[in-house]
C-alpha cells in the first residue's frame, strides 16, 4: 500500500465548477501538507502548504486537511480552463522534512 | 529572472552508455533535489543535498550518481546500472528549513534507443 493514494483522474468539469481534489495518507506521523499544480511537460510549482488540521485559503484555493481521518483536499473556486492540470498532493514529516512524499498526481481538465 | 534551468530538454541513452543531466539554480538556494517522474508513480526522490559537498540517497539511489561541488549546480549522472532509465526527471531547490517549497525546474525527458 503506497503511504499517500491519490486518484489519478481524469476530473473532467466545466468552467466555473467548484473542484474537489482529495489525497489520504498511511503516515500519521505526516505533519506538512502541500499541493502542487504541474502543467503538461514542465515542472511542479507549490500551489498552497499548510502545517496543520483545518482550512487555509488563497484566492480561488482552499486547502483543507483533516489529521482524523488522514485525508487532505483542494479546493477550487470559479475554475478556468487555465486551471486545467495535474495537481500533486506532498507531505512530509518532521524526521524527515527535506523528504517529500508525493501522491500520484490527479490530472484535472476545464472545458468551456 | 531567478530560477532553475535543466538541460538537455531531451536526451537519448543508447545501452551501457552513462549520460548526465544538467541542473542549475540562481535562487541562491543551498538545498537541491532530484526527482523521478513515472507515469501512475508520481515523483520519487533520488538524490538531494543540503550543501555543497554533500549529499544522501532518496528512495531510488541505485543506478544514479550525484556530485556537488558549486552551490548553484547539482548534475545527475544516470548510470548504465540503471536499467530503466527512461522517465522524466526533474530538479529542485529550496531554502534549507523551507523544504516545503521547492521550486522545481522544467525537467529533462530521458528515454532509451
Known amino acids: 500500500q503506497k503511504e499517500v493514494e491519490q486518484d489519478p483522474g481524469p476530473l473532467s468539469v466545466p468552467e466555473g465548477a467548484i473542484v474537489s481534489l482529495n489525497c489520504t495518507y498511511s503516515?500519521?506521523?505526516?505533519?506538512?501538507f502541500m499541493w502542487y499544480r504541474q502543467y503538461s511537460r514542465k515542472g511542479p510549482e507549490l500551489l498552497m502548504y499548510?502545517?496543520?488540521?483545518g482550512n487555509k485559503e488563497d484566492g480561488r484555493f482552499t486547502a483543507q486537511v483533516d489529521k482524523s481521518s488522514k485525508y487532505i483536499s483542494l479546493f477550487i473556486r470559479d475554475s478556468q480552463p487555465s486551471d486545467s492540470a495535474t495537481y500533486l498532493c506532498?507531505?512530509?514529516?518532521?524526521?524527515?522534512?527535506?523528504?517529500?512524499?508525493f501522491g500520484t498526481g490527479t490530472r484535472l481538465q476545464v472545458t468551456l | 529572472d531567478g530560477g532553475i534551468t535543466q538541460s538537455p530538454k531531451y536526451l537519448f541513452r543508447k545501452e551501457g552508455q552513462n549520460v548526465t543531466l544538467s541542473c542549475e539554480q540562481n535562487?541562491?538556494?543551498?538545498?537541491m533535489y532530484w526527482y523521478r517522474q513515472d507515469p501512475g508513480q508520481g515523483l520519487r526522490l533520488i538524490y538531494y543535498?543540503?550543501?555543497?559537498?554533500?549529499?544522501q540517497k532518496g528512495d531510488i539511489a541505485e543506478g544514479y550518481s550525484v556530485s556537488r561541488e558549486k552551490k548553484e549546480s547539482f548534475p545527475l549522472t544516470v548510470t548504465s546500472a540503471q536499467k530503466n532509465p527512461t522517465a522524466f526527471y526533474l530538479c529542485?531547490?529550496?531554502?534549507?528549513?523551507?523544504?516545503?517549497?521547492?521550486?522545481f525546474g522544467p525537467g529533462t525527458r530521458l528515454l532509451v534507443l
Open positions: 535562487l541562491n538556494h543551498d538545498a
Open positions: 506532498a507531505m512530509s514529516h518532521a524526521g524527515t522534512a527535506s523528504k517529500l512524499t
Open positions: 503516515n500519521s506521523a505526516f505533519q506538512y
Open positions: 499548510t502545517y496543520s488540521s
Open positions: 529542485a531547490s529550496s531554502i534549507v528549513g523551507e523544504w516545503e517549497t521547492q521550486y
Open positions: 543535498s543540503q550543501i555543497v559537498n554533500d549529499f
